[in-house]
């Protein structure tokens, strides 16, 4: 696609990251509401949020796949959704959206573009997801878009919920 758009929904355009992002990344992760089900549940830093973009460049050429840059219709930033590697033989998805695009169902409407995207592409036969045991609100969209649940998985000290998907588990309209 062009304008570096990996995929598109009725709302959202998942885009690769610029160099010059860092700042937007920042300020997603910029309030305690957004980063508390985080590990390290702590503002990010200019630093940190430099850091994760180069990580997220270096999946994406590493991968075929990152945690993508997500705007809406016209160009307006609402936060990072996409499928990375997770250790050596799995793939997790993972979003996180500013507070202003909250309760709209733009995660779900993220989570089940990127489940379809991901089995179309076939990078492999399943991907996993995690939350904090506290985060309500994305494990709902994690059920939402037929993910299962299974055991738990230790996270930086914390045993967060831990969710699975395989092709044959897709719903036909989440």
């Known amino acids: 696609m062009s304008d570096g758009i990996i995929l598109k929904t009725p709302r959202l355009r998942f885009v690769i990251w610029d160099e010059g992002d860092a700042a937007l990344v920042q300020q997603l992760h910029s309030t305690m509401a957004t980063t508390r089900y985080l590990p390290g549940s702590a503002p990010w830093s200019p630093e940190k949020a ?79 997801a995690f939350t904090h045991p506290e985060n309500i609100a994305s494990q709902r969209v994690l059920r939402k878009i037929g993910m299962r649940e299974r055991a738990p998985i230790l996270i930086d000290g914390v045993l967060d919920m831990a969710f699975e998907m395989t092709a044959d588990m897709r719903p036909e309209n989440p």
């Open 50 to 128: 430099a850091e994760r973009l180069r990580g997220w460049f270096e999946e994406q050429a590493r991968d075929g796949t990152t945690k993508y840059k997500i705007v809406t219709e016209d160009r307006r930033f609402v936060g990072r959704a996409g499928i990375s590697r997770f250790g050596s033989d799995q793939f997790e998805l993972g979003f996180s959206l500013i507070e202003a695009a909250w309760g709209k169902g733009l995660a779900t409407e993220a989570a089940s573009a990127l489940a379809d995207w991901y089995f179309e592409r076939r990078l492999a036969p399943a991907f996993i």
